[in-house]
């Protein structure tokens, strides 16, 4: 219903979708699909670097849901490696580390989204808004890792500073597109 919206370019909705994690709450398989599909083509993938970069894992993501798992690692695999070479901006620096320790823990390299989630969690960046913007994605990436208890720390301290509707979506699930 979004897409026929005057004025709604429809690779924004799809950038919405994989930048703010709403991805998962995507149930139909033929929607998955569909945004799979939507997120490979060029005109979804014109944003920053490091939005580029969380599209193309957001895919990867995507591709797994749908049994592909060969093509979702191959994805990641060169997010992950564009993500090693990308330059981000001070203001970025977080919201990459956050990006690498998710990257890190869907490829199965544990240790490294390990020591990642503990330096991010030990000194996380200065922005005010990080615990419920790219913070939840460091909570999902505690959580596939196995460290339940760093996941739940970060959204009690999320929860301390905004109201649980900031992150409640992407924890629970409950939007369902």
């Known amino acids: 219903q979004l897409r026929q919206q005057p004025g709604l370019v429809p690779s924004q909705v799809d950038r919405e979708l994989a930048q703010n994690y709403f991805t998962d709450s995507v149930r139909d398989p ?11 083509s060029p005109e979804s993938l014109e944003a920053g670097e490091l939005n580029r970069i969380q599209l193309g894992f957001a895919r990867a993501e995507l591709l797994e849901r749908l049994g592909r798992r060969d093509e979702a690692r191959a994805v990641a695999q060169r997010m992950r490696a ?19 320790v998710r990257l890190d823990a869907f490829l199965g390299n544990t240790a490294a989204a390990r ?14 808004m990080w615990p419920v913007e790219t913070g939840r994605g460091l909570m999902v990436a505690c959580a596939q890792i196995g460290d339940a208890d760093a996941a739940f720390a970060l959204a009690e301290r999320a929860m301390d500073r905004f109201s649980p509707s900031h992150f409640a979506p992407m924890i629970t699930g409950t939007v369902d597109i």
């Open 30 to 40: 033929a929607r998955v699909a569909l945004l799979a599909e939507r997120l490979s």
């Open 82 to 100: 564009e993500l090693a070479a990308a330059k981000p901006a001070s203001r970025g620096r977080g919201y990459a580390a956050v990006l690498a």
């Open 115 to 128: 020591a990642g989630a503990a330096s991010l969690i030990s000194d996380p960046p200065a922005d005010y």
